[in-house]
């Protein structure tokens, strides 16, 4: 595997390319993003994945400085997954100059669930997503349903720029227990890791229930309120647990759940310091 971190000697040695196929991560890398790059080898060819902590995404308050780096780790994970290049710029490769040509994703999208509790935090993706593609120039690229509004955010980005790159989505992998593989997991004490179940648990609650009737928009309310009530209970400071439509994240109102829109329920909370988010496709 080549560790580029420079964006010119990067398009060297991918010039020709135009079956590649991309995976972004901010590294610490664990099964969620391993089975990333399984997937995308059936897309593409070089497989070609990047590590960059992108601090545009990060707010003042957030963990940017902690935010787990383990570049030996995850290189050695790479090259067992047969990845051609790592793409590894440091913060003055990617941005030598400040960024201030920045993709601002639409309020309807952006500015809505994580974009509410994470001011700026899609305009960063968007932005390093964009500038990422122009360096890789891959056909296709890769990104985790974990992420489920990123995804959909990346999607449309894609579409209104008319960017030449096929978005595949790829599922989550999850712990025996259920808990959604995440970097932030690491954060959490041993206590909080056998609580952390409830998060994904209190979803498949959720889901099972607007599985079972035939619901009203009220009655989703009071699901979602409900919820949140039993994880604070608990100890958890949820930021939102919403039912969505999946087509655009946007609340099912009556007609919607009476023709059976499809749903997708989307959480994010707090647990001691911790914020995990997680979601499930109804
Ligand atoms: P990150 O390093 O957190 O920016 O994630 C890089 C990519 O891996 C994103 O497309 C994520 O959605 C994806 N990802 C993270 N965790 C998981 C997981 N548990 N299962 C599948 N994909 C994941």
Not at 40 to 67: C, M, T, W
Not at 215 to 239: F, H, M, Q, Y
Request: charged share 25%.
């Amino acid at each position: 595997m080549k560790i580029i971190s420079d964006i010119q000697d990067l398009r060297d040695q991918l010039r020709g390319q135009n079956r590649a196929v991309f995976i972004p991560t901010m590294g610490n890398l664990h099964e969620g993003h391993l089975s990333l790059m399984r997937l995308a080898r059936q897309h593409g060819d070089p497989v070609i994945a990047s590590i960059f902590v992108n601090r545009l995404q990060f707010g003042p308050n957030e963990d940017f400085d902690k935010y787990p780096r383990t570049f030996e780790a995850d290189v050695e994970k790479l090259e067992k997954e047969g990845v051609y290049v790592l793409f590894a710029p440091t913060e003055k490769d990617l941005y030598p100059e400040p960024q201030e040509y920045r993709v601002e994703p639409p309020q309807n999208l952006g500015k809505i669930l994580e974009g509410e509790f994470r001011p700026g935090f899609f305009e960063g993706v968007c932005t390093v997503v964009l500038k990422l593609f122009s360096c890789v120039q891959p056909k296709v690229a890769v990104f985790g349903k974990k992420d489920y509004q990123q995804l959909m955010v990346i999607r449309q980005m894609c579409r209104q720029l008319a960017l030449p790159v096929d978005i595949v989505p790829a599922e989550t992998i999850r712990a025996e227990d259920g808990l959604a593989l995440s970097s932030r997991n690491g954060y959490l004490s041993a206590e909080e890791r056998s609580e952390a179940v409830q998060l994904i648990q209190t979803l498949k609650e959720i889901q099972e229930k607007v599985l079972q009737g035939k619901l009203t928009s009220a009655d989703i309310l009071k699901i979602e309120k409900d919820a949140c009530a039993k994880l604070n209970a608990r100890g958890w400071v949820p930021d939102y647990i919403s039912v969505r439509k999946r087509n655009d994240l946007l609340s099912a109102n009556d007609a919607d759940l009476s023709s059976n829109q499809p749903l997708v329920v989307l959480a994010a909370a707090k647990l001691g310091k911790t914020r995990l988010i997680d979601n499930l496709e109804i």
